[in-house]
């Protein structure tokens, strides 16, 4: 690095002195009692795990709380409070009697008379949230375990939330999608520290193995400042397990009709009262040439992939301290294009067209916690975090390399201000990252340097209103020195509901090529339309998300449902956009006009019986931006989606052996494509892409807790898209373009699996 990150962070420190003054004046404020806890259950194998949404208050008050996905939980304290009443369906409430604010762990024994049934309908493996000032869903290892999910890109095929589509018809990589907007625009976080950005935007999701993750909280909207400035659309975070509470040995083993396999594995040791470490393996494999639509190119690159991870926790509830460390390496190669396409004899040719992408990954990453045991409420974190991302690929005669060295860190501070409805956070965060890339012949280099504070503000009455209000100050080397505000507020206006609105501003320098590799997989010239920035000449992208949510939970035919409404819109101050209307050209440039994005999604869901749920949502978009050409739609965004999903699992047996099925329906509306007017006819494609729909479902066979069988299907009515790449028959004319992709390109599936774990 050209610059040390210790220097770079006491010479900005220096520089905004003042600013950050006013922002760490809540580290001086002194503050009242609080009490914090855990409430945990007993497991089938005597182990400990969180019990999630458990009632806690106060006898004879109406304070309280519930338990959040770790069985946490916070509550204001007085001397006048005597008694803490803990309760949860289909366990015995315990009455505690409690004389000074202190840490609590609690364990809840299940109730005699009360059935399985009960239990299985309690552990809900997606839900809302009613309390949170955010719109956050939680997605669970439960819900993860409904698909073939073997990657993180895969892993919200049962969420409608999310949109997932493939980028392009050569590299088999999928891409997502939040309130109309790509990847790019939200903030993915593995353990709230950032992760698939810069260099590994394009295929990073993929390189997070799907067992890997413990759960994913999505959240709508400009997100907390907490975690940087970048975020527009909203946050994806995936928790990944603990060594402490994942099981001793876990494998799950798969394979599909299409040619790939896949093994992972989880050793977790316990090795002393404070200490535990996790061994982690993800391998993937795809060798298997298929072209089932005979354009003569793969319909999937052939693949392999090598993921390892080693995980350290250190835990001392006593004095309050807790840590994590990760170490990662991985090693992924792909190659696509043409059957014949050989690499040690076609490479750069122009004979067969061929693509290679191959990625050497090396990531450490840190948290430290620290509790304080006397004063509960008073909390202070560090995350850092350094990855070395390095990317060689071809696509034809096109050639892209990109280096990426980034390093990262955050301080935060929690307390209190008078009593616990009034809470803090407040810190420093500093980012480097050093960039290296090659397009072609030519060479782009810089570097990153921000260092930022931020305050957030949060009252919380759980009775009827929740206000977030944060605000942070960053100054980035590139980008200036900039504000970046977000508030997020619910209410509560009568029992079982939850009204949210949310408006915050993101900022974000983009990497024009990293984030569109697939235009390297066309025939197109690449222009770039400089306005002086100092990011490939184009100014930052600004943007502000508003939104509005309302969540009713109520009773149909005597079963537990709940209706969620949401609107968001994304309004672009600026924006680099994208511009693929002329057929021969990729066009950068900087907004002139207006851009932007709404979103509307109503989503239900209903347990129609004991153990049989269902969930359906409507989804639409209105996603315009102003090009060169005039204001068009978004290409290849769907305006309409419906999304249907049934669950339905067996009375569970005392060994544990218990049949689940699954099955998710999806329907996309019509797709603008890209201008093709000037093409020659032959390559002229309509206005809009026709409608399409999937359908995924799997069955699993629990044998044992320690044991079980699963089999699938995805794509079961064989839904595929015609023709998806343009001039295959000649991929090195002027016509060739493999991003016209609106639905599957690969026709049906299915695939088996087992997983074994032993505790």
Sequence with gaps: MSHPITVLILNQITMKSTVYFILLLPFFILSQSEIKGMVMELDPQNQYIPLLGANVFWLN??????????GTFKLPYETSYKKLVISYVGFKTDTLSVDSPKMIHHLLKASDDLGEVTVSVRKKSSATSYLSSQNISTISSKELLKAACCNLSESFETNP????????????????????????????????????????????????????????????????????????????????????????????????????????????????EKWSTGLYLHANNRSQKLDRNKDSFLDMPLSKQLNIMNRWQYSNLEK?????????????????????????????????????????????????????????????????????????????????DIRHKSVYSNLVYNSIISDSRHKIKTGLNAT?????????????????????GFFEYSF???????????????????????????????????????????????????????????????????????TGGNVYGLDPEVAWNYGVSFLQGFELFGRKADLTLDFYRTDFQNQVVVDY??????????????????????????NILERLDFKTAYKFYDVKTQYKSGKLMKPL????????????????????????????????????????VSSPETYQLPSYSPTISTLNAQITKVFLDSFELYVGAENITNA????????????????????????????????????????
């Design 581 to 606: 209307e002329n057929p021969y050209e990729v066009n950068f440039y900087n907004l002139e006009g207006s851009s932007f994005a709404n979103s509307f999604q109503a989503e239900f869901s209903l």
């Design 720 to 759: 595929t898209q015609k023709n998806p790449i343009l001039s295959s028959e000649n991929p090195f004319g002027s016509n060739f373009d493999t991003t016209f992709v609106y639905g599957p390109i690969f026709g049906s599936t299915y695939y088996t699996g087992l997983r074994f774990k032993l505790n």
């Design 460 to 530: 919380d009455n759980l009775e009827a209103l929740n206000l977030t209000a944060g605000i942070r100050v960053d100054h980035h080397n590139l980008l200036g020195t900039f504000i970046t505000p977000r508030v997020h507020a619910r209410y509560t206006p009568w029992e079982k509901s939850a009204l949210r609105v949310s408006f915050g501003r993101g900022k974000r320098a983009a990497n024009i090529f990293a984030e569109n590799q697939k235009l390297f997989a066309t025939s197109r010239t690449i222009n770039i339309q400089s």
């Design 432 to 452: 480097y990252d050093d960039y290296n890339e090659r397009v072609d012949l030519d060479l782009y280099d810089r570097s990153e340097r921000s260092i930022g």
């Design 61 to 70: 008050t109406n304070i309280g709380t519930i338990t959040s996905e770790d």
């Design 161 to 272: 939330s999310i949109d997932v589509n493939y980028t392009d018809a050569i590299s088999g990589t999928k891409q997502i999608k939040m309130l109309g907007l790509t990847s790019p625009y939200i903030l993915i976080t593995t353990e709230n520290i950032p992760s698939i950005r810069g260099a590994s935007q394009a295929y990073g999701l993929s390189f997070i193995p799907g067992t890997w993750v413990e759960s994913i909280q999505i959240t709508k909207g400009g997100g907390s400042v907490v975690n940087g400035f970048e975020s527009i659309a909203g946050q994806i975070n995936a928790e990944l397990v603990k060594p402490t509470t994942d099981s001793s040995v876990f494998v799950n083993a798969f394979g599909s009709l299409n040619g790939r396999t896949e093994l992972n594995t989880h050793f977790n040791k316990i090795l002393s």
């Design 637 to 676: 965004t769907s305006q309409q989606r419906v999304f249907a999903n049934l669950s339905f699992e067996t009375v569970k047996k005392d060994k544990g052996g218990v049949w689940k099925f699954d099955t998710t329906f999806n329907w996309f509306g019509k797709q603008r494509f890209s201008s093709t």
């Design 320 to 400: 309050g301290l807790i840590s994590f460390l990760n170490v990662r390496y991985l090693t992924d190669k792909k190659q696509a294009g043409q059957l014949d396409f050989d690499p040690e004899t076609d490479r750069l040719s122009n004979t067969v067209w061929g693509s290679e992408i191959a990625t050497k990954r090396f990531e450490i990453s840190a948290k430290f916690g620290y509790v304080n045991p006397e004063i509960p409420y008073q909390s202070l974190g560090f995350q850092m975090s350094y990855s070395d991302h390095d990317q060689t690929s071809y696509f034809g005669l096109n050639q892209y």
